[in-house]
């Protein structure tokens, strides 16, 4: 009695919803939370940076972020929920931007990181997105040589720009005209800005995308 007991509390929790912890059939985020996600509209999805043009699907705030933090505390599974996400949206974008053959590419973590985490979030989400669509994957293109500091801790933008300044290295060449990098969330844009640079600087023809799952409040809806 006691193992059935148990059994059944564990089926509760494996079928609980990330954010709000009540039984979901859905997935891992239940359908309730999932329609607070506030989604980008066609002019704010959209945000150009001087090495890099990046589409975002959703607004980093509430339930969204709660659902992004939990995939970074362990929730490894979401990733797939994510990926899902990122691909029906790159699926609406104009055909003048999706019809590239992208390598696609995640936004590498540092070593360190990873070993804590057990995984890397943007790795699991853009290799999932490739091979749903069929598209050239790498995470062995670029590392993170640097251990950076979360960028959400950083106040200011002198701090974010110092923080992530030579923190990436190529470690491979390729032979492409486009790549997409793939993250989790767009907060200032450093980033993904000093990872296209590292690119440019050995490979300044290639065409450079990138796609996140959310974007913070530094960008209007």
């Not at 989400?125 to 598209?135: H, K, S, V």
């Not at 002198?158 to 190529?170: H, L, S, V, Y």
């Amino acid at each position: 009695m006691l193992k059935i007991f148990a059994q059944f509390i564990d089926l509760i929790f494996e079928n609980s919803c990330v954010i709000c912890n009540k039984f979901s059939r859905q997935d891992l985020i239940c359908k309730s939370c999932e329609s607070s996600f506030v989604i980008r509209n066609e002019s704010s999805s959209i945000k150009s940076f001087q090495e890099i043009k990046v589409y975002s699907w959703g607004f980093y705030d509430g339930n969204l972020r709660d659902g992004i933090i939990a995939l970074k505390a362990g929730k490894k599974k979401l990733t797939n929920y994510f990926a899902n996400k990122l691909i029906n949206f790159w699926k609406t974008l104009p055909q003048n931007v999706t019809n590239k053959n992208y390598l696609v590419i995640p936004v590498p973590s540092h070593k360190k990181r990873i070993k804590e985490r057990g995984y890397c979030q943007a790795t699991l989400i853009a290799a999932n997105f490739a091979q749903t669509l069929d598209l050239s994957f790498t995470n062995n293109l670029i590392i993170r040589k640097k251990q950076t500091k979360f960028m959400n801790s950083l106040v200011n933008r002198e701090e974010r720009i110092k923080n992530i300044n030579d923190a990436f290295e190529i470690i491979n060449s390729i032979n492409v005209k486009d790549i997409l990098i793939i993250d989790d969330i767009l907060t200032s844009g450093n980033t993904l800005c000093e990872i296209a640079k590292t690119v440019h600087k050995k490979f300044p023809e290639i065409n450079i995308l990138g796609l996140t799952v959310a974007a913070g409040d530094r960008y209007s809806i």
